[in-house]
């Protein structure tokens, strides 16, 4: 199992989150946020229609695709990883080269080769929280759009 150091404290107060209208949506724009972030060591979550960005105080990024359960890491460790994301004025192509589950405080990662990693130390709870709000939109999950209307800094 691999384990993420964290800074001091726990990430939930260090981690913003931001949700953006899938209106004119720029895939690339958002992934160079999101890696610029990691690259800086800031917890950030990002939320573009149905796709959800986030980075970590460990260096980290990911992109996910929470109905599918798929998953492109975009920064380990501090340094970028290679991604495939094709993008035109009307449609978008990711190549993902893992899949995803939460389990407990724990994010598990599943190459396509077949290997596993489990990393501990990811803003879980505002990630649960955010692919909630993505997955069921608010109206249907009143709790956690309150505490989401906390986290979310536009």
Request: some cysteine.
């Amino acid at each position: 199992m691999r384990k993420r150091k964290k800074k001091s404290g726990a990430a939930s107060p260090h981690t913003a989150s931001r949700c953006k209208a899938a209106k004119n949506v720029c895939i690339q724009q958002e992934v160079n946020t999101i890696v610029q972030l990691a690259l800086g060591r800031e917890a950030r979550i990002i939320t573009l229609g149905k796709l959800l960005f986030f980075s970590t105080e460990t260096g980290d990024a990911w992109l996910l695709d929470p109905a599918d359960g798929l998953s492109l890491c975009l920064v380990r460790d501090g340094e970028k990883q290679p991604v495939v994301i094709t993008e035109t004025p009307s449609s978008f192509g990711i190549e993902w080269n893992s899949g995803y589950r939460i389990k407990g405080n724990i994010f598990m990662v599943m190459e396509h080769s077949g290997q596993m990693h489990s990393i501990m130390g990811y803003p879980i709870r505002e990630i649960e929280t955010a692919i909630l709000q993505i997955t069921n939109g608010f109206s249907q999950a009143p709790e956690i759009a309150a505490h989401a209307d906390n986290l979310i800094k536009n």
